[in-house]
């Protein structure tokens, strides 16, 4: 199989492609390196410099499947960065769907569990799901094959720990490595679904070589934890900040 993964240096690329890499497949990456990383590059996959917003329709390769990661991910970024966050989710996605509808190559797209705390509460929430509704016009209209998989807050090897772009967990694992207190917004009670990366990336390979029409799955666990709870699993010192807008309960 020929694979090319958009997002292929950031944390959930390159756990896959470190995956398709070892099962023998040929992989190709596009990314712009904004918030993924150098170093993360693996043996055996072809990195290709390329910002997904500009229209790559005439790319001259043909791949098997596309696994179409790259976004902007992160609630409150959205929210100070309105446009690049639409504009890389959205408009990113209309040119990986357009370049799969001239070769009628399947796409696995990336979705996003924020849709079920309200589509206006963040920029980041509405382009995620407009990505999936793209994603499912090209399979009504062009009969083009899409999956969307919805993600539920990642953790695993290669997550970003500092930075905009971390998760919560991403940023306690940094603060628990440094021997400094774990930082809890608000007063921690928020409770969220985590989901390991290899879980992530299997629900990601279930997807091929299936003709799905815009199928959805939630690739969560089911079970849910407080933010205190987790912060309580590292067992390290805790402090408290104000919550910030965009904030789910």
């Not at 990314?31 to 229209?55: A, H, L, V, W």
């Not at 190559?105 to 924020?114: F, K, Q, R």
């Not at 500092?162 to 440094?178: C, D, P």
Request: with cysteine.
């Amino acid at each position: 199989m020929r694979a090319l993964v958009t997002g292929g240096v950031g944390f959930v690329g390159t756990n896959l492609i470190k995956r398709l890499v070892s099962e023998g497949h040929e992989v190709v990456s596009f990314d712009n390196y904004s918030t993924g990383f150098k170093e993360n590059e693996q043996k055996g996959c072809t990195y290709i410099d390329i910002d997904i917003t500009e229209s790559f329709t005439n790319w001259v390769e043909k791949f098997d499947v596309i696994f179409h990661l790259a976004a902007l991910a992160r609630i409150q970024p959205s929210i100070t960065y309105p446009s690049e966050t639409i504009n890389n989710n959205f408009d990113g996605t209309l040119n990986v769907l357009e370049y799969a509808r001239k070769n009628n190559t399947p796409v696995i797209y990336a979705g996003s569990s924020s849709k079920h705390h309200g589509l206006y509460g963040s920029p980041y929430a509405w382009s995620k799901y407009g990505g999936e509704e793209l994603c499912k016009l090209y399979s009504e209209v062009y009969g083009l094959s899409t999956s969307i998989c919805r993600f539920y807050n990642v953790y695993g090897p290669h997550q970003i720990r500092t930075g905009t772009y971390a998760t919560v967990i991403g940023i306690f694992e940094n603060l628990y490595l440094h021997n400094e207190p774990l930082t809890i917004v608000g007063d921690g009670s928020q409770r969220r679904d985590f989901t390991h990366i290899d879980d992530i990336i299997d629900g990601i390979g279930k997807c091929v070589d299936k003709d799905y029409m815009g199928e959805i799955f939630e690739l969560g666990s089911g079970k849910n934890y407080s933010i205190n709870e987790v912060a309580d699993m590292f067992g390290c010192e805790t402090t408290y900040v104000p919550e910030r807008p965009g904030e789910y309960d």
